[in-house]
């Protein structure tokens, strides 16, 4: 086998990639500029979250809502663990949620292991969060009142594939989809599918990372009290970096 990490096709060096966090910040992101330490987040952490959130969507990141979503398999040989990206999609001192098919993979490992690690990153911006916790369905009339603000050709879409099975090909794919187009034609208000709604991941711990000079990275531990989202009930703990 040809090795592709020695290939010549290519000037790439990855190894040599290497970005020094915490040094130019630049007036667009003074945040950067003071270290990250308890007082931000003397409102909790959802507020934080937020606000982290909402400064990647200034600084002109795309999808800065998106986050690396890990689940669980139980298999014969053990658990494995998954990874995909998903939205963030709400966001409360309760917890995080993201909607999806509850037929998909990651829908069957959550029905099995309901527990789940979601972590946001913005590179750029040298911060990342990442929330830990339980999962469970939202209920039915939440995943409505987002339903119906997708566009219609997200319904569509979501009645059109069958997320995380195999298909043939991108034909029978696209024929799917026109027949589920067909099928609602008229339709005005396309109903919610019974496989698809909004998972809730409620944090048991959330991490906050700020990168620093030399590697020497702030770490924020937030360790949350199963239920309780007093902002006195949390503890916040300096991990090294
Ligand atoms: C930026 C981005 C956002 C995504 N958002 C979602 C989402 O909100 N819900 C979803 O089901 N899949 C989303 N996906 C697709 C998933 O990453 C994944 O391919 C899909 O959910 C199937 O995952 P699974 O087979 O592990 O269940 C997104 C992908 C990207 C790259």
Redesign the pocket.
Known sequence: MRDQENSATSDLDIAAMRVEYGVDAGDNHPGLETDLDETWLSDGWEPLLRNWIEHATSAGIT?AN?MV?A?VEMTDEGPHP??????C?GLSPEGVT????YD??????LATTPWASATFVWPVLGRQVTVRGPVRRVGAEVTAVYWRSRPRGSQLGAWASL??RPIASREDLDLQLTEVTERFEGVAEIPVPPHWGGFQLRPHYVEFWQGRRSRMHNRLRVVLEPGNTEVTAMKVERLQP
């Open positions: 999808d998106a979503l689940t998954a990874s995909r990206t998903v939205l999609k993201f909607y999806t098919n998909s993979f990651k829908g069957r490992a997320q995380s």
